[in-house]
């Protein structure tokens, strides 16, 4: 079958770095994403990851390891605004998006 | 730039009663789709659309159903509503087919449902 790992909630202080962590077991890849989720709003994309490798945007980053089925999220000097939810995403051998449940990321002061 | 929008924001309406949820994009997307998002689930396709003309069924399409009569219009309406039904839906867009070849999704504001 095809499933999405992630966290449900990580904790972190503003002003460092979290990792947010994503597996994955999906008939055929064709691409990975990542999008942030403020409560009560829409999903807005952040990332796209489709060949091995880390992609830098600004304060976040995010990683793709395909043999592995394995994805990371980095986001560097948290700000309170980053808290939010995070959701990875992948797209299968038909072009369908598979979505894990996100995870809810809090920063504290 | 309105992007995508939806109406109505939030509904509460009662089992057995027909509802449609409606979403309008002026990007000209030629994708779109309609999830529903449940506390502790990912986000869940309903149906979708390849281009206007065209629909499929996605993962959870029972109980729904959608019309592309155009490019901008992409309706969802509920037949006979159940209190099952009641969840958080979001229409979305992209200029990709599922969002490939970093095609991103585009989404609405969201559509609260409530079934009593």
């Known amino acids: 079958g095809q499933n999405i790992d992630q966290p449900t909630e990580m904790t972190a202080t503003e002003g460092a770095i979290v990792q947010i962590n994503c597996t994955y077991q999906?008939?055929?890849?064709?691409?990975l994403f990542w999008y942030q989720q403020h409560a009560g709003e829409a999903p807005t994309f952040l990332s796209y990851?489709?060949l091995d490798g880390l992609e830098e945007k600004g304060r976040f980053s995010s990683f793709l390891s395909r043999s592995k089925g394995y994805s990371y999220l980095l986001l560097k000097e948290l700000q309170m605004k980053d808290s939010a939810s995070y959701l990875c995403a992948t797209l299968d051998s038909n072009y369908q998006l598979i979505w894990g449940a996100g995870t809810k990321l809090i920063i504290k002061p | 730039i309105a992007g995508i929008t939806q109406a109505p924001t939030s509904q509460i309406l009662a089992a057995g009663r027909r509802m449609t949820l409606r979403c309008t994009q002026d990007m000209r997307h030629n994708a779109m789709y309609w999830y529903r998002q449940d506390l502790g689930l990912g986000l869940r396709l309903i149906h979708y659309s390849n281009t206007a003309g065209t629909t499929g069924k996605g993962e959870v399409p029972d109980g729904y159903s959608v019309s592309r009569a155009n490019t901008d219009d992409f309706p969802l309406t509920l037949a006979s509503a159940v209190p099952s039904q009641t969840s958080v839906y979001f229409c979305?867009?992209?200029?990709?087919?599922?969002?490939?070849?970093?095609?991103?999704?585009?989404f609405g504001e969201g559509s609260r449902l409530t079934v009593l």
């Open positions: 979305a867009s992209s200029d990709r087919l599922a969002g490939g070849d970093t095609g991103e999704l585009f």
């Open positions: 990851n489709v």
């Open positions: 999906t008939s055929g890849f064709n691409g």
